[in-house]
């Protein structure tokens, strides 16, 4: 009965190195997974900052943009006028120069 007993207790101290064993070697893979599921988010975080600081500059771009096109806008605007009152002086002149003529 004691022999059968000692046998139960050294199956046991086996059974629990063996869970000691293999608790440990979970514990590892998962430490593993964890280190590299977080090393995944942090380039994805790099990624994400690096995106950021491109739309930044695409839409400071965009607004300096937006305030050349405003600018060339009103001088083309001014410039036509100018032009236009250029015309009226021209045709003035010439129906003067035309009245002149005939007179």
């Given at each position: ?7 139960l ?12 064993v293999?608790?440990t070697?979970?514990?590892?893979h ?13 380039e994805?975080?790099?990624r994400?900052?690096a ?13 300096v943009?937006?305030?050349?096109k405003?600018?060339?806008v009103?001088?083309?605007g001014?410039l ?8 009226e002086?021209?045709?003035a ?11």
């Amino acid at each position: 009965m004691e022999s059968i007993a000692m046998v139960l207790a050294l199956v046991f101290v086996f059974a629990v190195v063996a869970a000691k064993v293999m608790t440990t070697q979970l514990i590892g893979h998962m430490s593993r997974q964890i280190s590299q599921v977080a090393s995944v988010k942090q380039e994805a975080l790099n990624r994400l900052k690096a995106a950021q600081s491109q739309k930044m500059v695409v839409e400071k771009s965009k607004a300096v943009f937006d305030k050349k096109k405003t600018k060339v806008v009103k001088a083309i605007g001014r410039l036509k006028k100018e032009m236009q009152e250029f015309k009226e002086e021209e045709e003035a002149r010439r129906q003067r120069s035309e009245a002149r003529k005939i007179s």
